[in-house]
């Protein structure tokens, strides 16, 4: 009976772990690109700004 709980607990847990690892993983991803989209966007919208300063 122990090697059956210590089984369910090892499967638990890893189970837990690999979930959370993949959620963590999922919205580093998502803030990273967020990020970088919103990078992209306020150096477009900067340079826009000084083209049109120009004329």
């Keep these: 009976?122990?090697?059956?709980?210590?089984l369910f607990w090892g499967v638990?847990?890893?189970a837990?772990?690999?979930?959370?690892?993949?959620l963590?993983?999922?919205l580093a991803a998502i803030f990273g690109l967020g990020a970088v989209g919103w990078y992209g966007?306020?150096?477009h919208r900067e340079k826009r700004a000084r083209i049109d300063r120009k004329d």
Excluded at 1 to 6: D, N
Excluded at 16 to 22: K, P, Q, V
């Design 16 to 22: 837990l772990t690999s979930a959370f690892s993949f």
């Design 1 to 6: 009976m122990a090697i059956m709980s210590q």
């Design 24 to 26: 963590a993983k999922g």
């Design 41 to 43: 966007f306020r150096r």
């Design 12 to 14: 638990t847990i890893g």
